[in-house]
């Protein structure tokens, strides 16, 4: 009964580094989205991916890139991080994208750039 | 996008009912009116959603005003565990080459403390 898995959980990066974040669902959904939340904001979306092999930008795309290489896999990777990028970052997955389907979360991946 | 506004915060006693309110007056005909909760270091968890009936679940409720304008979300009996953040959300449509996709738009939501 997994869900939604994100790894790694915590990661430090320094300035120009680039890293994978992986999410890993296991409900079989089609559509897959990441979001950051930044401290005492809301989630804002970054990309989104509406099935295996296809990726869209969602309102904050820029710095990063996506792949859906697999229906139960999404990546959401940093070719150079900065600071400004230091966030907590989710991964939701739906089943079918109709307005009464709910998106399931994983517990997050905290990200912080020195 | 379609906008909400709630409260940025709400107490209440455990064991009481709980009331969180939320207004779009900017909704559309098709927008369904969705709720999720962040409970502290957690992703955010679905609670429940409506269109225009008022709605249970073993969660929640969700009481929609008629004019769907605004609706309240009403936990019936607050306990500590149900301290978090709560979102009302309404679901944006995005264009896509294949059809449509969803975004969630989530504001900064109300904090709930829940004391004893």
């Known amino acids: 009964n997994a869900g939604v898995t994100q790894t790694p959980k915590f990661r430090v990066l320094k300035t120009g580094q680039s890293m994978t974040l992986l999410c890993a669902q296991d409900m079989n959904h089609e559509y897959m989205y990441w979001y950051r939340q930044d401290p005492g904001m809301g989630l804002r979306l970054i990309h989104y991916s509406v099935g295996e092999g296809t990726t869209a930008k969602g309102e904050v795309p820029d710095g990063y890139n996506v792949s859906r290489l697999k229906k139960q896999n999404f990546l959401l990777g940093l070719e150079s991080a900065a600071p400004s990028q230091t966030s907590v970052y989710f991964c939701?997955?739906?089943?079918?994208?109709?307005?009464?389907?709910?998106?399931?979360f994983g517990d997050g991946t905290r990200l912080s750039i020195l | 996008d379609a906008k909400t506004t709630q409260p940025n915060s709400m107490e209440s006693n455990e064991e009481e009912p709980v009331h969180l309110p939320c207004n779009h007056s900017?909704?559309?005909?098709?927008?369904?009116i969705h709720w999720y909760r962040q409970l502290p270091s957690q992703g955010p968890e679905y609670v429940i959603h409506g269109l225009t009936s008022n709605v249970n679940n073993r969660m929640a409720s969700l009481a929609i005003a008629e004019d769907r304008k605004s609706s309240t979300l009403i936990l019936h009996r607050a306990t500590l565990r149900d301290a978090a953040v709560y979102y009302c959300?309404?679901?944006?449509?995005?264009?896509?080459?294949?059809?449509?996709?969803?975004?969630?738009?989530f504001g900064t939501g109300t904090r709930l403390q829940v004391t004893l």
């Open positions: 959300i309404l679901r944006d449509v995005i264009i896509i080459n294949t059809g449509t996709a969803s975004k969630l738009t």
């Open positions: 939701a997955s739906t089943a079918l994208d109709r307005g009464n389907q709910p998106q399931h």
């Open positions: 900017t909704i559309s005909g098709t927008d369904y």
